[in-house]
């Protein structure tokens, strides 16, 4: 069975500064990996997502993602944060060999953005 | 642009009533999901279906029913609502190219049994 880890259920970072956002998967192959962002009151957007070739994707709103097969890990990183970034932040996983897309969520990230 | 609209927004239920989540997507996808919502758990696939009349059970099915009687429209029924079914329920489309599919989801429904 897969899953996704999320250690940091909260982080806090003062405007401008960058964010990290870690996330790990458990899977028996090269999965298909997203990013999704939850604002308040809203469903969830996808951010980026990876399926093959370059380890760094390019997401929505200055937001990218390094998929690392050795470490099993799917980091987003931004580079300057803004006060409207401020949300969760869900890293799924998704099986390549089935139909459809059944994603496996972590237990996904606040992001508070300070002023 | 894609969307999923869900009803209602927010509901309050009795423990043993039956509850009727409704979702409708206008985007021409094959496939429907749907997914709880709770604190530590992140979010979790109850339901979903690829094709109308048909429906698959996910990962916590227990407790609830799902139906699919067009390409448009996915319900998730709660027959006998309880209270661990206290939860945020998304609902979400996507497309037939296996994996890669983005899912586009609705804005949620607040579902709280007393």
């Known amino acids: 069975a897969q899953s996704v880890t999320q250690p940091d259920a909260r982080v806090t970072v003062s405007e401008g500064a960058s964010l990290q956002l870690r996330c790990k998967y458990s899977?028996?192959?090269?999965?298909?990996l997203f990013w999704y962002v939850q604002y308040p009151r809203q469903g969830l957007q996808l951010l980026l997502k990876?399926?093959?070739?370059?380890?760094v994707v390019q997401g929505v709103n200055s937001f990218e993602a390094e998929f690392s097969k050795s470490n099993s890990s799917f980091h987003l990183q931004k580079a300057s944060v803004h006060w409207s970034d401020s949300a969760v932040y869900f890293c799924?996983?998704?099986?390549?060999?089935?139909?459809?897309?059944?994603?496996?969520f972590g237990i996904g990230t606040r992001v508070l953005v300070r002023p | 642009e894609a969307a999923v609209t869900q009803s209602p927004r927010s509901k309050v239920a009795v423990t043993g009533g039956k509850v009727t989540l409704s979702c409708h997507q206008t985007n021409n996808h094959d496939y429907m999901y749907w997914y709880r919502q709770d604190t530590g758990h992140g979010l979790r696939l109850i339901h979903y279906?690829?094709?109308?009349?048909?429906?698959e059970k996910g990962d916590i099915p227990d407790g609830y029913k799902a139906s699919r009687p067009s390409q448009e429209n996915f319900s998730l029924i709660l027959e006998l609502a309880s209270l661990s079914q206290t939860a945020v329920y998304f609902c979400?489309?996507?497309?037939?190219?296996?994996?890669?599919?983005?899912?586009?989801f609705g804005a949620g429904t607040r579902l709280s049994v007393l």
């Open positions: 279906s690829y094709v109308a009349d048909s429906t």
């Open positions: 899977y028996s192959a090269t999965p298909y």
């Open positions: 990876y399926y093959s070739g370059d380890p």
């Open positions: 799924a996983l998704s099986p390549t060999n089935s139909a459809g897309n059944k994603l496996t």
């Open positions: 979400a489309s996507s497309g037939d190219r296996g994996g890669q599919n983005t899912l586009y």
